[in-house]
């Protein structure tokens, strides 16, 4: 199973649309999904969560430093830094076609 690109996922819109009746572009395609990242990506380094209904939210979180162990000398204690990440939850509809989808795999 490989991963879907970017790419994939305009063409997969593209044939979609055509499909049902509304012809466009790959390059208008390919400039909303650019769009779409941009408007996501500016709200997160803004510390501001993204909510998308029925798929999922993101929102920054601060993680703080903590002590870990390096696996090849379990004696030494590793600090692991402070650092800021991206969290995704997924929302309820997506959820549940993940776990029907993996149940039926």
Do not use: C, H, W
Not at 14 to 34: C, F, H, K, N, Y
Request: proline content about 6%.
């Amino acid at each position: 199973m490989s991963a879907i690109t970017k790419r994939d996922l305009i063409l997969l819109i593209t044939q979609r649309l055509s499909e049902q009746g509304t012809p466009i572009q790959q390059q208008d395609v390919a400039a909303v999904v650019q769009t779409f990242i941009e408007g996501v990506t500016d709200s997160l380094s803004s510390r501001r969560p993204v909510i998308l209904r029925n798929f999922g939210s993101f929102e920054v979180r601060d993680y703080r430093q903590k002590i870990g162990r390096n696996p090849k000398a379990p004696a030494n204690d590793v600090i692991i830094p402070a650092r800021v990440g991206v969290k995704f939850k997924p929302g309820k509809n997506l959820a549940e076609k993940v776990r029907d989808g993996a149940r039926s795999a």
